[in-house]
C-alpha cells in the first residue's frame, strides 16, 4: 500500500463528531454536530489516464441544522496525489476537473 492510498484510506467512510459534540454540549458550549460520508470517486471520472495514481474523494457532509438533517447536505471534492510541487495537481485540477463537474470547474478557475 502506498502512502497515499494509506492517507485516502484513513479519511474515506462514515464518520460523526458526536463524541465533541457531546463534550461540548456538557461543557455549556454551542458546538455543531454533523455527519460525514467520504469516498472515492475516480470511477465517476471520464477519461483518466491507465497509469493515473491520483486519487478524488467526494465528502458528504450533512450538519444537523434545528435539530435535521434534511435542511442541508454540503459536498465537496477533493484530489490527492503526490508530486513534487503542488502547481503539478493543479494543472491536474484544470485539465480534468470539468469532466466530473463543468460548472464547477469554471467557477474555481475562472474558464
Given at each position: 500500500?502506498?502512502?497515499?492510498?494509506?492517507?485516502?484510506?484513513?479519511?474515506?467512510?462514515?464518520?460523526?463528531?458526536?463524541?465533541?459534540?457531546?463534550?461540548?454540549?456538557?461543557?455549556?458550549?454551542?458546538?455543531?454536530?454533523?455527519?460525514?460520508?467520504?469516498?472515492?470517486?475516480?470511477?465517476?471520472?471520464?477519461?483518466?489516464?491507465?497509469?493515473?495514481k491520483g486519487k478524488?474523494?467526494?465528502?458528504?457532509?450533512?450538519?444537523?441544522?434545528?435539530?435535521?438533517?434534511?435542511?442541508?447536505?454540503?459536498?465537496?471534492?477533493?484530489?490527492?496525489?503526490?508530486?513534487?510541487?503542488?502547481?503539478?495537481?493543479?494543472?491536474?485540477?484544470?485539465?480534468?476537473?470539468?469532466?466530473?463537474?463543468?460548472p464547477m470547474s469554471?467557477?474555481?478557475?475562472?474558464?
Amino acid at each position: 500500500m502506498t502512502k497515499l492510498e494509506n492517507f485516502v484510506g484513513m479519511m474515506t467512510g462514515h464518520f460523526d463528531n458526536k463524541d465533541q459534540f457531546d463534550k461540548m454540549q456538557e461543557e455549556g458550549k454551542t458546538y455543531p454536530y454533523a455527519e460525514h460520508i467520504n469516498t472515492i470517486c475516480n470511477d465517476k471520472i471520464n477519461n483518466l489516464p491507465e497509469d493515473f495514481k491520483g486519487k478524488f474523494v467526494v465528502e458528504e457532509r450533512k450538519p444537523l441544522i434545528r435539530g435535521s438533517f434534511r435542511l442541508s447536505v454540503i459536498w465537496a471534492i477533493f484530489f490527492f496525489v503526490i508530486t513534487v510541487t503542488m502547481f503539478l495537481s493543479s494543472a491536474f485540477m484544470r485539465e480534468y476537473m470539468y469532466q466530473l463537474v463543468e460548472p464547477m470547474s469554471r467557477m474555481v478557475f475562472g474558464e
